[in-house]
């Protein structure tokens, strides 16, 4: 019998840790374990369910057969207890499963806050597939609905309730949408798109208390006193890691799991990826926590090479996102970060970076041309950070310039003075041409 391995979480650093251990190990004995009834499937395409742009089916990434085919042995269960010295943990069914190595790829849970009503029958939040019908169902009899909270997961919610024809209000804690990411202009950009789509803003307002009526939600009232009715009340304030396993087995946490480069944690037989893990980046000495779907995939593929006894140290990418923020198609690379005060979020959202925040010794370039609206984050001799909204003909050029770091002094005087050029300039610097061919 091979090593065994066992996988808790069924999201994408669990899925890639398994797939790649199958690929180093035919002979591994691999065991995923995890809470819904579902095979592996996208997180980022739930918005996409509840605007009703694409049929449920088509999340659905990894069928069951494909687990059949990696001899991949899925339990639909969760854990209730790790034991490290014996390397055994007990699910909630009563089945005791052994491991000689263990992944915690548990990722994080929705925040929600400590206020009165907050369990009543229509609060919602957005962690998961049943999640997300448990939303459509409701919508169907709600004519009202509120959405609390920031980033990019607050923008998911209201526009899936408006999508679905309910009369949506979206409270935002300070004067703009995430002001900590995105610059004032670009907030700009999103409220007039969601506006435009009937979603009604109030600005500078917090929600004080859940009103509720016979075991439902019936609208909320803000710090000023202002009544808001609703029938779906939907929170979405950020996300935490999941660490009551890892806290539980003695594992060292700060924000989430820590682990070293190679995703082993403070028990060299247990590893932690994804969402819930605080990675330590040996070139900065920082510890981070991404919750992004991407880098989350990367964590499990570095994780499971790690388990599989083929371990390569990490390189944390530059954190990147390409998302639909307000309608608009949204990149997001490296550290961006204006200052802003973050007002709507507790911690990360889905789909966000701690990186973003970032404020280094940079100034940004930006160019507009209509609909379309690009902002570089320009160092001394590199771009640490891009946003592009609308035409993405530039995404992937600048997230290959940040992410290696390539010299850009031969062209920085003119980013400088010629913004409007920023598209030639990044094109051919991304290519290799010579730079006065580009400007």
Not at 28 to 54: K, N, Q
């Amino acid at each position: 019998m091979g090593v065994r391995h066992v996988i808790v979480g069924n999201g994408p650093a669990g899925f890639a840790a398994a797939e790649t251990i199958r690929r180093l190990d035919n002979d591994a004995d691999i065991r995923v374990v995890g809470g819904e009834d579902h095979p592996f499937y996208s997180r980022p395409g739930l918005a996409y369910v509840l605007t009703g742009s694409i049929p449920e089916k088509r999340l659905f990434c990894r069928p069951d057969e494909e687990y059949r085919t990696l001899r991949i042995r899925r339990i639909v269960d969760t854990v209730n207890d790790i034991d490290p010295r014996a390397h055994r943990l007990t699910l909630a069914r009563g089945e005791a499963l052994r491991y000689d190595r263990l992944l915690l790829a548990v990722g994080a849970k929705a925040v929600r806050p400590t206020i009165a009503g907050i369990d009543l029958e229509g609060v919602v939040t957005l962690d998961s597939l049943d999640d997300t019908r448990r939303l459509l169902r409701q919508a169907r009899s709600a004519r009202r609905g509120c959405v609390v909270g920031g980033g990019i997961t607050a923008i998911e919610l209201a526009e899936g309730l408006a999508a679905n024809n309910v009369k949506t209000n979206y409270l935002m804690r300070g004067d703009r949408y995430w002001p900590s990411v995105l610059a004032p202009g670009e907030s700009a950009l999103v409220e007039a798109r969601l506006e435009h789509d009937g979603i009604k803003l109030h600005r500078n307002s917090e929600m004080a208390e859940i009103i509720g009526a016979k075991g439902r939600v019936s609208g909320i009232r803000t710090q000023t006193g202002t009544l808001i009715e609703c029938e779906i009340l939907a929170v979405a304030i950020g996300t935490q890691p999941r660490l009551e396993l890892a806290k539980a087995a003695g594992l060292e946490t700060g924000k989430g799991i820590w682990v070293n480069p190679d995703f082993s944690t403070s028990d060299p037989d247990i590893f932690a990826a994804g969402d819930a893990a605080e990675v330590l980046d040996p070139a900065t000495g920082k510890r981070t926590i991404d919750a992004l779907w991407g880098v989350a995939m990367e964590h499990g593929k570095a994780a499971g090479s790690t388990m599989a006894g083929r371990s390569e140290p990490y390189r944390r990418p530059a954190p990147f996102n390409v998302t639909k923020i307000g309608g608009i198609t949204t990149t997001l690379i490296g550290a961006v970060g204006t200052g802003g005060r973050e007002g709507d979020l507790v911690t990360l959202s889905r789909g966000d970076s701690e990186s973003w925040r970032e404020q280094l010794d940079a100034f940004a370039v930006v160019a507009d041309s209509g609909a379309n609206h690009i902002r570089l984050v320009v160092g001394e001799d590199r771009i640490v950070g891009a946003v592009v909204m609308g035409d993405q003909t530039l995404s992937r050029p600048l997230q290959r310039l940040v992410r290696d770091k390539v010299d850009i002094r031969a062209i920085r005087d003119r980013l400088i003075e010629h913004p409007t050029e920023i598209a030639q300039a990044i094109t051919a610097l991304a290519e290799g041409t010579a730079v006065d061919a580009a400007v």
